[in-house]
């Protein structure tokens, strides 16, 4: 198995966790809003702070797909009207950054993490769910995303060889 079959599986493989997770937190909402006034006293205390973990999960579990796919949030307005050298520098240049920020936030939300390990921070709700697998997705989601930026960033360099128009 190739690759970028592998790399396809595990696209596959995101957005369908993707979607399990946001189509439970629509069926949690839409539960919850004909609970509210069909039978409000079977109404949970945790139904709202579910959907808010499971939307969390999902975006960050988004971020390294759009990285992937080229989407992310850059710059480009002018991008188009310079040569194609300088839009390979500006490419790699915008990718180092994104590599950056990602580590920093990677870093910060360890820390996140750790905090709430350590003081075994749990939610208010019955549900006492431990906040730290929360706090979890952000490190995933820019771990995996910066990992992203780094197969971009060695795609780019390979175009050197291949592309002598990059060069």
């Known amino acids: 198995m190739s690759l970028r079959n592998i790399a396809n599986v595990l696209s596959c493989l995101e957005k369908s966790l993707i979607g399990v997770m946001a189509l439970a937190a629509i069926i949690l909402v839409a539960v919850e809003t004909v609970l509210r006034f069909a039978a409000p006293a079977h109404l949970t205390d945790w139904s709202g702070e579910v959907t808010i973990y499971l939307v969390g999960w999902a975006l960050m579990l988004s971020l390294p797909h759009l990285v992937a796919r080229d989407k992310h949030v850059r710059a480009d307005l002018l991008h188009h009207q310079f040569s194609p050298l300088i839009r390979w520098w500006l490419d790699v240049f915008a990718i180092l950054i994104g590599i950056g920020f990602c580590g920093i936030v990677l870093w910060a939300g360890?820390?996140?993490?750790?905090?709430?390990?350590?003081?075994?921070?749990?939610?208010?709700?019955s549900l006492q769910f431990p906040m730290w697998v929360f706090y979890l997705a952000v490190p995933v989601g820019f771990g995996t995303s910066m990992l992203r930026y780094v197969v971009l960033l060695i795609s780019k360099l390979l175009e050197l060889r291949v592309s002598p128009a990059a060069s």
């Open 110 to 125: 360890i820390d996140v993490v750790s905090f709430g390990l350590m003081f075994g921070e749990i939610s208010d709700s």
